[in-house]
């Protein structure tokens, strides 16, 4: 063989081998520790996607997922419902064996007998004490082991756990178990918004809610 082919050949290979390994790398990166998203609708304003001073209702912000550590109460996290594969972005609600209660248009902690009644602060003025399940009859939400009932922050315009990630009218709750999101379905929390620019972030984490009992 001609050494100035073997050069190049060995060369090549080198490439090869290195592109291989650099998407090995960014495989195994998007796969289980960090990936971009792009939120769609007004499901989660004015949390996300409110730019220039109203909600978007189609594509907005970029932001970056962490797939890794530990899911908690407050936590913004994108995941699909059980019955389809397509992405939603929406607020951790309920823990597993969770009892949430909706009333009044608030949200209530039930345990020990006892109501408390999340406090809010990241819904806006119009979405305080707005909060209801579009009149349908179950206001009760057991969450199952392993699950979470998530809700998103434009109560007024969200899909969510309440109405099983269906339409309202549509009957989506015949399986009362759809409105609960399995862990295994949660991709993974909003971790840094990166567009637009005048948004970027670290998302920050509510840490512990306050309650009031009621």
Request: hydrophobic share 35%; aromatic share 14%.
């Amino acid at each position: 063989m001609n050494k100035k082919l073997k050069i190049a050949l060995i060369f090549l290979l080198e490439i090869a081998i290195d592109a291989v390994v650099i998407f090995g790398i960014f495989f195994l990166i998007k796969t289980y520790v960090i990936s971009p998203f792009e939120i769609y609708g007004p499901s989660m304003c004015n949390t996300f996607n409110f730019i220039d001073g109203k909600c978007n209702s189609g594509y907005g912000e970029y932001i970056i997922i962490n797939k890794l550590g530990e899911i908690k109460r407050g936590d913004v996290v994108v995941f699909h419902p059980p019955h389809e594969e397509e992405y939603y972005i929406k607020r951790v609600i309920g823990l597993p064996n969770d009892t949430i209660l909706i009333k009044n248009g608030e949200i209530f902690l039930k345990e020990n007998n006892k109501e408390y009644k999340f406090v809010e602060p990241y819904l806006s003025r119009e979405n305080h004490g707005n909060t209801t399940t579009f009149g349908i009859k179950r206001t009760e939400f057991k969450v199952p082991e392993n699950s979470y009932f998530l809700v998103g922050d434009n109560r007024l315009m969200s899909t969510d756990g309440r109405t099983c990630f269906k339409d309202p009218s549509s009957n989506g709750c015949s399986n009362p178990d759809n409105a609960f999101v399995p862990e295994k379905n949660i991709q993974g929390r909003a971790w840094v918004a990166l567009w637009p620019i005048n948004k970027m972030q670290i998302v920050p984490r509510i840490g512990n809610y306050d309650f009031k009992e009621m």
